[in-house]
Nanobody, 113 residues
Framework: QVQLVESGGGLVQPGGSLRLSCAAS??????????MAWYRQAPGKQRELVAH???????QYADFVKGRFTISRDNAKSTVSLQMNSLKPEDTAVYYC?????WGQGTQVTVSS
């Protein structure tokens, strides 16, 4: 059964950066055929799409992260990453990796001074 394991969350000051990574327990030949995405859920709010990347590498971003976040994938390693720059307190949330019919367990990102 495929598993998605996120890493890279933590506490960062406003304006700082973090890089989230998600490792899929799937072979590269299967991983590369699937779109992947990052969602987030802030306390008291619904989960929302942050960024999406297709199997061919086409990316899509929520308006609230455009120009600040970058999603990328490494099919050889079956990983997808989210580079987050210029972080704001409102980016505080649990971030989830989604794909291959699975959700990861989530990683906490806290932006606070």
């Amino acid at each position: 059964q495929v598993q998605l394991v996120e890493s890279g969350g933590g506490l960062v000051q406003p304006g700082g950066s973090l890089r989230l990574s998600c490792a899929a327990s799937a072979s590269g030949s299967i991983f590369e055929l699937n779109s992947m995405a990052w969602y987030r859920q802030a306390p008291g709010k619904q989960r929302e799409l942050v960024a999406h990347i297709t199997d061919t590498g086409t990316t899509q971003y929520a308006d609230f992260v455009k120009g600040r976040f970058t999603i990328s994938r490494d099919n050889a390693k079956s990983t997808v990453s989210l580079q987050m720059n210029s972080l704001k307190p409102e980016d505080t949330a649990v971030y989830y990796c989604v794909g291959l019919g699975r959700w990861g367990q989530g990683t906490q990102v806290t932006v606070s001074s």
